[in-house]
């Protein structure tokens, strides 16, 4: 039968009639030309860049750009897209504008490619030595539409969003003579060098495209500098701008601690890859937060009180340690796969659990070894990061390696369920693998070795070089063994592709400590969550709420979960009382001593309904427990260096 129904069917499509009526088969389009390939060869002539700051109130950068041309032809020009630092494809295309060519006074059109949209084709006439570029950044001007840079007292200046380049080559060998005209009366920030400084207009030294987009300014009203190393071998330089004068004023112990810092770093890593380094700190709940690494600057944003509220804010004070680090690790050292000749190749990101994973751990070091945070604050900090991995359950199909990709995959959007899906776990996990690391060299070498050595050997090579020197898996794991003889690849892997259950503790239990839960926060704990002006009841019935009430985080299968909640609703009721946060606390106490599940009104959209949740253990919040009896390493570790 089979036999009959084939002979049939073909027949049939051989059929004339049939044959006009068989499905179209449409063939794809040719692509258009390439972009040109980059080369590593000098770009003939420096690119002029001006840009007006001066346009407060509607927050627009006007630009002029002139590119010298090597003559006529079609030439292609480029908008930063994949950014150094945000691991992804995330230039700011949208907010590019009114951009308009001209040569030789004639305006000349340009095409966007349809298949990479950074990317604008023109053709250079005969006889043009140059070509003009006019156009404006339109900076967010609410925290919806992106990133805030432009307040009335303070702005951000990102080289990557006000300036295109050429491709055919690398950046590093298209040079740029940057200038700016800020408002009156501002002072500003940043790595670059000055030239002059004329009716207005700063100009700055020629560097290449790649140092210019990697020495961003911070420039404001309220500006103050200070010295971090003075009289050091290289200067160093703390760039303040506040939202009022009064936020610049520091006690002399803090600036003390920020010069520890300094000294610290030194200590651990032996060489510095920088010829000056200048900190940009914006105190402000105004401008954007940010915290971006640069080989010889950082980006960033902490609260206003940052040095007025001193002891609120230790959850925010690991941020300019970390950053710091990256210049060693991130910039000078870099993973091979993430370096790019251009920022249109695109960066892969396998490494990111080093980049960023071992940089997190140093932050909390540095921090606490410089006076920035205290022991205390440090210990509180790994018992919150402990604890938050250990319930992040989507490890059970995402091993903590592929979240390297997250950047690209998520962007750093709002998810449903982040302990299912997971996010950028690679930072905080991946600091718990490297005091997992760091107290197993310790415990295999009695002491005398530690992830000290490590940094040294790996990042302290070449002082004085602020180039970039690439390294892989491999140069990381031998590198280990140089320190401390061990099946280094096979223990790094098995944290990379791990499925738990729960996060590596190791470096907790060696370190002298046991991770455990009581019923009132830590001070830590307690100040995190009013930095981020919520309420933090994941290790009980699995809730994260802001002020509100609204629902900010579930923790996956736990309590909440299981009972039906899940982010965007919003909390209305308590036992039949109306929502506050010290209610819902007191009603996880009291549901400890009975059989009753707390009961809970909770609105979703325009629907309200209640919820009952059957949880009886009380309050929990995370800290580190001392084991007697055992070496206290992380008492060693988190010690400063002399």
């Known amino acids: 039968m089979r036999s009959v129904v084939v002979a049939l069917g073909a027949l049939l499509l051989s059929s004339p009639a049939l044959a006009q009526v068989a499905p179209s088969a449409p063939q794809p389009l040719p692509f258009p ?20 700051a001066t346009d407060l109130e509607r927050r627009i950068f006007r630009v002029r750009e002139t590119i010298p041309v090597a003559g006529p032809g079609p030439m292609t020009l480029l908008y930063p897209e994949w950014l150094p630092g945000n691991h992804a494809p995330r230039g700011p295309i949208k907010d590019l504008a009114g951009l308009t060519v001209f040569a030789g006074g004639q305006r000349l059109e340009w095409r966007r490619d349809p298949v990479d949209v950074y990317a604008f084709h023109i053709e250079v006439p005969e006889g043009a030595a140059e070509v003009q570029l006019e156009f404006q950044f339109l900076s967010p001007t609410a925290g919806d539409q992106g990133r805030v840079v432009v307040t009335p007292e303070m702005l951000n200046l990102q080289w990557n969003q006000v300036a295109l380049y050429p491709a055919g080559w690398f950046t590093r060998q298209i040079q740029v003579e940057p200038s700016v005209r800020l408002p009156a009366g501002w002072s500003f920030g940043a790595a670059l060098e000055t030239a002059s400084s004329a009716d207005g207009v700063t100009t700055f030294k020629p560097v290449s495209f790649e140092s210019l987009v990697d020495s961003p300014m911070f420039a404001g009203r309220y500006y103050k500098r200070v010295e971090l190393d003075p009289g050091g071998r290289s200067r160093v330089s703390l760039n303040i701008v506040a939202d009022v004068p009064e936020n610049l004023e520091a006690k002399p112990e803090q600036i003390a601690a920020h010069r520890a810092l300094v000294v610290q770093a030194d200590r651990l890593f032996g060489a510095r890859h920088y010829d000056h380094y200048d900190f940009l700190l914006a105190l402000t709940d105004r401008m954007g937060g940010i915290g971006l690494e640069h080989h010889r600057s950082s980006e960033n944003g902490v609260p206003p ?68 945070l205290s022991r205390q604050d440090a210990l509180d900090a790994i018992a919150l990061t402990a604890a938050a991995y250990d319930v992040r359950v989507g490890r059970a199909w995402r091993a903590m390696g592929d979240t390297v990709n997250d950047p690209i995959i998520a962007a750093r959007r709002p998810i449903p369920w982040t302990s299912w899906q997971r996010s950028e776990d690679y930072y905080s996990e991946g600091e718990l693998v490297w005091l997992d690391v760091d107290t197993l060299i310790r415990e295999k070498t009695g002491g005398r070795r530690s992830l000290d050595d490590f940094a040294r050997a790996f990042f302290g ?77 994941t290790y009980s019935i699995g809730l994260v709420l802001n002020r509100e009430g609204e629902i900010r985080a579930v923790q996956w299968d736990g309590p909440a979960f299981k009972a039906g909640l899940a982010v965007g609703a919003k909390l209305i009721a308590v036992d039949g ?66």
């Open 461 to 537: 090579k070449a002082d004085g070089d602020w180039g970039v020197l690439p390294y892989d898996f491999d140069e990381v794991v031998a590198t280990l063994n140089a320190v401390v003889p061990h099946d280094w690849a096979g223990f790094l892997k098995a944290r990379l592709e791990g499925h738990g259950p729960g996060a590596p503790l190791d470096g907790v239990s060696r370190g002298g400590y046991r991770l455990v839960y009581a019923e009132e926060p830590t001070s830590y704990f307690r100040d995190n969550e009013a930095l981020r002006k919520q309420t933090d009841l």
């Open 577 to 642: 009382v109306a929502f506050e946060t010290e209610r819902l606390k007191g009603a996880i106490t009291a549901a400890k001593g009975r059989a009753e599940p707390i009961s809970l009104i909770v609105k979703s959209g325009d629907h309200f309904r209640t919820v009952q949740i059957p949880y009886h253990d009380g309050l929990r919040y995370p800290r580190l427990e001392r084991v007697p009896g055992t070496p206290d390493r992380l008492a060693d570790i988190l010690a400063p260096r002399k």
């Open 305 to 372: 009180e940052y040095f007025t509220g001193w002891d609120k804010l230790a959850p925010r004070r690991d941020l300019l340690p970390h950053e710091y680090t990256h210049s060693w690790n991130g910039k000078f050292r870099r993973p091979a796969d993430l370096w790019t000749p251009t920022y249109s190749v695109p960066m892969r990101t396998s490494l990111l659990w080093v980049y960023e994973g071992q940089t997190q751990y140093w932050g909390y070091v540095l921090g606490a070894r410089s006076g920035l």
């Open 33 to 52: 030309a390439p972009i040109p390939a980059p080369k590593d060869q000098p770009y003939p002539g420096v690119i002029r860049l001006s840009v007006d």
